[in-house]
C-alpha cells in the first residue's frame, strides 16, 4: 500500500477553477505532520442557544482514488 499522498485535490481544483470554484480547504495539525484532509459536509442537528456546533468529520481515504489518507504507521514515533 502505498503511503504517498495522491493528487486528487490538485486535478480537482484545477478543473473546479473554470466554475469559479474549489474544494474546502482544513489544515489540521498534529504531532509531526500537517494534515489537508478531504471534508464529509456535516450539520447540527439541534439548533438554538447553547447546543454545541456540528462536528468536523474527515474522510479516511481520499474519496476519489481511494489512497489512505492517514499518517503511515509509525510515522508519529
Ligand atoms: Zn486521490
Not at 17 to 38: C, D, E, I
Not at 39 to 45: A, G, K, S, W
Request: contains cysteine; hydrophobic residues 35%; proline residues 8%.
Amino acid at each position: 500500500m502505498t503511503t504517498e499522498p495522491c493528487n486528487c485535490r490538485e486535478r480537482i481544483d484545477a478543473g473546479l477553477a473554470q466554475h469559479n470554484t474549489r474544494v474546502k480547504s482544513y489544515f489540521t495539525l498534529s504531532a509531526n505532520s500537517v494534515g489537508m484532509p478531504w471534508p464529509i459536509e456535516t450539520v447540527q442537528v439541534d439548533k438554538g442557544r447553547g447546543k454545541p456546533k456540528a462536528s468536523a468529520l474527515f474522510a479516511s481515504f481520499c474519496p476519489f482514488c481511494g489512497v489512505s489518507l492517514r499518517k503511515p504507521e509509525g510515522a508519529d514515533a
